[in-house]
C-alpha cells in the first residue's frame, strides 16, 4: 500500500465516521460551513435538481450538454456506486483522491475548535462547493441529496430548478404522504426561478404551480410544455424525437429504459429555459451532450460473459420502471434476478414488479448495516403473488453474500439468460467491487 493511498485511506475513513451524526434534516451547519469557506456557494451559476427518482440522469445530461456548449461544469450527485470521486465531477472528470484529500483537510481544518458537528452529506456538500469555486467552474448542476426544504445544498440560488417525479421514498424524514413529499422537494423553488417538472402525478402537479405561482416562479411541465417520442429503443441507448421550444429529430441517448426519454426531454426543456434567459446553447451542444453522457449504475451492462446487467432501483416507482424496461428490451430472455434492499425500504412493494419478471431469484444482503438479510427477503417474497405472466411460485435461494450470490448466478446461467442485480446502489456498487471494479469507501453511498 503506498503511502498517498494510505492518505486517501485514511481521508475516507474520517468521512465514513461522520456518519455518527446521522441524517440531519437543515441548514444551519451548512450556512455556517460556507461562511467559514468564504461563500464557495455564490461562486458560480448553477441549476438545483429534487425528485426521487431521475436526479442523477436528468443532472448528468443537463451538465453533458453545458459542457458541450463550452462551459466549465461542476457535477455533484449522490449516491457512488464504488467510488467516492464519482460523486464531485467536472467537465464529466472525477476529482482525484489527492484533492479529495487536500479538500478534506481545508474543511477539517476550519471545522476543528468550532461547535459544528457536520454530517457526512453536510461535508461532503462543502468539499463540493469548495471545489467549484476554486476551479473557477461556470455553471454547477447540484443534485439534492435528501428532500429539498433542509437539505444541505439548498442554500444555493439556482439559474433553474428541476423537480423529476415524486413518489414514497425516505418517509420517515420526509412524510408519509406524496403531498407531504412534494412540500419537501418544492423547498428548493425559488423566487422567480423557473421550475421545470416531470411529474405525471397530476396532484403533484398542482401543489408544485400553487407553491411556484406563490414565488412567481414559472412553471414548465413535461407533457404539457414539452415532451418527446420514444422512436427506438435497445439494450444500449434510446432514440428520441423532442419537442418544446425546439424540436429535435432522432436524438441518441447511450441509455436505456423508456423512463430516459423522461430524464432526457427535462434536460432539454432545462437547458431552454436557460437559453431562453441568454445562455448560449447550441442545437448542435444539446444533440452531442445527450450523445456523450455517461452514467454508471442504469440498467448498466458489467459482464457480457455471462450477461450481467445492474440497476440501482431502490424503490416501488423505480423496480416498476426497470421491470417494464426489461420486458421491451427482453422480452424473450429468461431473468436470474439477484436483489438486495435495504431493511428501511418498503421492501414488498420494491422487489415485487421484479419477482413477477423473473424466472430465478437469488436473495443477497450486501455488507451493510442497514442491508435486510436473506430470510427477511425470502419471507416477504413468500407473501408476493406471482402474476398469471410467470404462473408458477419461482425457485428462491438465499446467499450469503453478492459475491456468492453472482457466483450462484453463473452456475444457473444459459445462452437465454439475463443477469440482473439490483435493490440497492449498496448491493449493485458491490457487485461492481466483485467483479473487478476498484473500491473507494464502498460502505458509505447515501
Not at 450556512?31 to 448528468?60: D, Y
Not at 436524438?251 to 432545462?270: E, F, M, W, Y
Not at 457466483?407 to 446461467?413: G, L, N, V
Request: contains cysteine.
Amino acid at each position: 500500500m503506498t503511502k498517498d493511498f494510505e492518505k486517501y485511506d485514511h481521508t475516507v475513513n474520517y468521512l465514513y465516521s461522520l456518519q455518527k451524526h446521522g441524517i440531519k434534516l437543515g441548514l444551519s451547519n451548512t450556512v455556517e460551513l460556507m461562511k467559514l469557506l468564504g461563500e464557495p456557494h455564490k461562486a458560480f451559476r448553477c441549476i438545483h435538481i429534487a425528485g426521487t427518482n431521475g436526479k442523477g440522469s436528468t443532472a448528468s445530461m443537463i451538465a453533458s450538454i453545458l459542457n458541450e456548449s463550452g462551459f466549465k461544469t461542476g457535477l455533484f450527485t449522490s449516491p457512488h456506486l464504488v467510488s467516492f470521486t464519482e460523486r464531485i465531477r467536472i467537465n464529466g472528470l472525477k476529482i482525484s483522491e489527492n484533492d479529495v484529500i487536500n479538500l478534506a483537510a481545508e474543511v477539517r481544518k476550519l471545522v476543528d475548535g468550532t461547535d459544528l458537528n457536520p454530517t457526512f452529506f453536510e461535508f461532503v456538500t462543502s468539499m463540493a462547493f469548495h471545489y467549484f469555486a476554486v476551479h473557477d467552474v461556470d455553471w454547477a448542476v447540484i443534485e439534492t441529496g435528501l428532500g429539498g426544504r433542509l437539505d444541505s445544498t439548498n442554500i444555493v440560488r439556482p439559474e433553474a430548478t428541476v423537480i423529476t417525479n415524486i413518489s414514497l421514498d425516505h418517509c420517515e424524514f420526509l412524510g408519509n404522504t406524496i403531498s407531504d413529499i412534494t412540500f419537501e422537494k418544492a423547498g428548493i423553488i425559488k423566487q422567480g426561478v423557473p421550475l421545470i417538472t416531470a411529474s405525471s402525478n397530476q396532484a403533484v402537479i398542482n401543489q408544485l404551480s400553487e407553491i411556484a405561482e406563490s414565488l412567481n416562479a414559472p412553471v414548465h411541465i413535461y407533457q404539457r410544455d414539452f415532451s418527446g417520442c420514444l422512436k427506438n429503443m435497445n439494450d444500449m441507448q434510446i432514440t428520441m424525437d423532442y419537442s418544446g421550444m425546439h424540436r429535435y429529430r432522432d436524438l441518441s441517448v447511450p441509455l436505456t429504459g423508456k423512463h430516459q426519454l423522461d430524464n432526457a426531454c427535462t434536460a432539454i426543456r432545462t437547458c431552454e429555459v436557460l437559453k431562453e434567459g441568454g445562455l448560449s446553447v447550441s442545437e448542435e451542444a444539446v444533440v452531442k451532450g445527450l450523445k456523450n453522457v455517461v452514467l454508471e449504475g442504469r440498467l448498466e451492462w458489467i459482464s457480457q460473459s455471462p450477461p450481467i446487467i445492474l440497476d440501482g432501483a431502490h424503490n416501488p416507482d423505480a423496480s416498476k420502471s426497470l421491470a417494464a424496461s426489461l420486458m421491451d428490451i427482453f422480452p424473450e430472455k429468461k431473468i436470474i434476478l439477484i436483489t438486495g434492499v435495504m431493511s428501511d425500504k418498503d421492501i414488498k412493494e420494491t422487489i415485487e414488479p421484479l419477482v413477477n419478471i423473473a424466472d430465478s431469484i437469488i436473495l443477497t444482503k450486501a455488507q451493510y448495516e442497514r442491508a435486510a438479510s436473506s430470510d427477511k427477503l425470502s419471507s416477504i417474497i413468500s407473501t408476493i403473488h406471482r402474476s398469471e405472466a410467470k404462473g408458477a411460485p419461482v425457485k428462491t435461494v438465499n446467499s450469503s453474500s453478492v459475491l456468492e450470490a453472482i457466483e450462484i448466478a453463473r452456475k444457473q446461467c444459459t445462452d437465454n439468460s439475463i443477469i440482473l442485480i439490483t435493490g440497492s446502489f449498496y448491493t449493485t456498487g458491490e457487485a461492481k467491487e466483485v467483479l473487478g471494479h476498484k473500491a473507494v469507501l464502498s460502505k458509505l453511498r447515501e
